[in-house]
């Protein structure tokens, strides 16, 4: 290095110094209270363990080996949580694009139906369960009234209380929540496509029908996809909702097993730790292979700003 | 044939308008009646409003309790969670930082990380730190896990903030931190709302984390709090219906007064849910 560049050079790397420090407090808190725990859960994915500080032993992949040869309660959850996932997100998405397309073009009243439509994002998961629980209630509740007296009383459900359909009573929830948030984001991407698209099919002679077809849904794509992603995200890891609606020990906790409640049990009530990370292990693989498209996305819509 | 298509938007309009605010309304509404209104006549507007369940719901519901609690959390956890992720969001995106861009990708990477996947090491790291059945691990974790979503929306508006600007301040004798607290930090206010109001509907709203770390009733959360309702005071849903909406009364608020802010925030990508 010559004499010349020196002080430059000092000072480029004192500015770097300086940075670094700056990210330092964030980098510390995210370090060793988020990643080192993923770490740390492929390492208690490993061992036997009850939680204590004795009795803790290295059993390298007989977790996973039992969980994907033997444990009957593993497939069924998984099962649950690939319905759940498939009813919430057809629902969530179809709704959610039907309402973007009216709303996008600013109609008279978009900003209070928007306003409306977003009202459910805002509340918990237990303030929705406690709602919904009171909706569904087979003799008091308003989905049943609501049924009987449109004249299709044969539709009446105990909502929360069959096993053969909680699952998906639960899932409706999830879904009546969600849409406006989806819709949001549909109308966001339909707002990039270019009014002079519209036109020129129209000049070609095109429908409505065909300009859904051939401009609107490949121009929506980026959309389409990213709430694709986040939809399946967030109704793969449900929790909070299936525990507080149907509670565990409850009479059809059963029927409603995913694999998040099924690892805050395997965890917390039988104390099988190491077995229970595993399980936590599998739910994080599935999460992460679809958010590494998210995060592509999101990295891409970037180089536009 | 428009004005048709017209007319069923609207039809159609309407009536998911109604499927959202009926439940809403109904548990509003039920809130004012006493438990023979309710079963007599649950889907009308009270006929003589009662607030006794109010009453009820906040006195021995101890409402008060968790109102005071959630709003600690909620305070520390953000003030906290804004100090560390505006200075590093900073960092990471000056173009002269070597190392910006791949502390920027390590930050981003939690976007995608299930907070459920590292429930048992937390719950072991806090148990560690004997911080099991104290109000302190939810402000860790809340700092910790909304550090992603939070660098990744400020930086995407830190990086459309000309870098002249640091220079110019440069010239005019400030130091670096003084460039950000006085120059930079201003202009990002939006981001910065948009990034609070995010985390302050995912802190509010939390069921997970004082489910596992929260024992003792005098440091419970509202959400948490709320939840003994589940299952209990089946003959008495006025209550129930009163607590929930002493709950959502703020996060609704909050929602109406800033709706561009938490839209924006939808629109940059960010989940929560």
């Known amino acids: ?305 | 044939m428009k004005k048709k298509l017209i007319v069923v938007q609207y039809i159609l309009l309407i009536i998911f308008a109604l499927v959202i605010l009926s439940p809403l309304a109904i548990v509003f509404f039920g809130a004012f009646k006493t438990p023979g209104e309710l079963a007599n006549n649950p889907y009308s507007i009270p006929k003589e409003p009662v607030f006794n369940n109010f009453h009820e719901a906040f006195i021995r519901g101890n409402m008060l309790v968790y109102f005071k609690n959630t709003i600690f959390v909620s305070t520390v956890s953000l003030a906290i969670l804004i100090a560390l992720s505006t200075i590093a969001s900073y960092a990471v995106t000056r173009p002269g930082f070597k190392l910006g861009n791949k502390l920027y990708m390590y930050f981003v990477f939690g976007i995608i990380i299930p907070a459920q996947s590292i429930m048992i090491p937390t719950y072991y790291m806090m148990s560690k730190l004997r911080l099991v059945n104290n109000i302190w691990s939810l402000v860790i974790v809340y700092v910790s896990s909304c550090m992603a979503m939070s660098v990744f929306i400020l930086s995407g508006f830190f990086r459309t903030i000309p870098s002249e600007l640091d220079d110019a301040a440069f010239i005019d004798g400030c130091s670096e931190f003084q460039a950000f607290i006085k120059v930079i930090l201003p202009l990002c206010k939006p981001a910065v709302t948009t990034v609070l109001i995010l985390n302050l509907l995912f802190i509010w709203n939390d069921f997970y984390n004082p489910l596992l770390f929260i024992r003792s009733e005098e440091i419970k959360t509202i959400v948490l709090g709320l939840s003994k309702y589940m299952g209990r005071y089946l003959t008495n849903y006025p209550i129930m219906f009163a607590a929930v909406v002493m709950a959502s009364v703020p996060v609704i608020v909050i929602f109406i007064v800033l709706q561009k802010q938490f839209v924006s925030g939808i629109t940059a990508g960010s989940v929560k849910g």
Not at chain 1, 89 to 97: D, G, P
Not at chain 1, 122 to 147: C, E, K
Not at chain 1, 251 to 267: C, H, N, R, W
């Open chain 1, 1 to 305: 290095m010559t004499k010349q560049s020196d002080g430059f050079q000092r000072s480029k790397s004192k500015r770097n110094i300086t940075l670094f420090l700056f990210t330092l407090p964030a980098l510390i808190v995210y370090t060793v209270f988020f990643v080192l725990p993923i770490l740390g859960d492929i390492y208690i994915s490993l061992l036997e363990w009850n939680g204590g500080l004795i009795d803790v032993k290295f059993v390298g992949l007989k977790n996973y080996i039992k969980m994907f040869t033997e444990d009957k309660a593993f497939y069924a959850a998984l099962l649950h949580n690939v319905m759940y996932t498939a009813f919430v997100v057809t629902i969530q998405l179809s709704m959610a694009l039907l309402f973007a397309l009216i709303l996008f073009r600013n109609i008279r009243g978009h900003n209070f139906f928007k306003t409306v439509y977003l009202l459910p994002v805002v509340l918990s998961s237990v303030t929705l369960a406690l709602i919904w629980s009171y909706m569904y209630d087979p003799l008091q509740g308003f989905v049943n009234y609501f049924l009987k007296s449109i004249g299709l009383g044969s539709f009446q459900q105990n909502w929360l209380g069959d096993k053969k359909i909680a699952l998906f009573s639960v899932g409706l929830i999830n879904a009546w929540q969600y849409i406006g948030y989806s819709m949001i984001i549909f109308i966001a991407g339909l707002l990039t496509i270019p009014e002079s698209l519209y036109e020129a099919a129209e000049i070609d002679g095109a429908g409505m029908f065909s300009k859904f077809a051939n401009v609107t849904f490949p121009l929506l794509a980026p959309a389409t996809t990213m709430n694709i992603v986040l939809s399946t995200t967030g109704s793969f890891k449900v929790f909070e909702l299936i525990y507080v609606i149907t509670p565990p020990g409850g009479p059809i906790s059963d029927a409603t097993e995913v694999l998040a409640t099924l690892m805050y049990k395997v965890g917390f009530t039988y104390g099988e730790m190491g077995y229970s990370a595993a399980i936590s292990i599998i739910l994080l693989i599935v999460i992460m292979i679809i958010g590494f498209v998210q995060l592509k996305l999101l990295r891409s819509r970037e180089v536009k700003y």
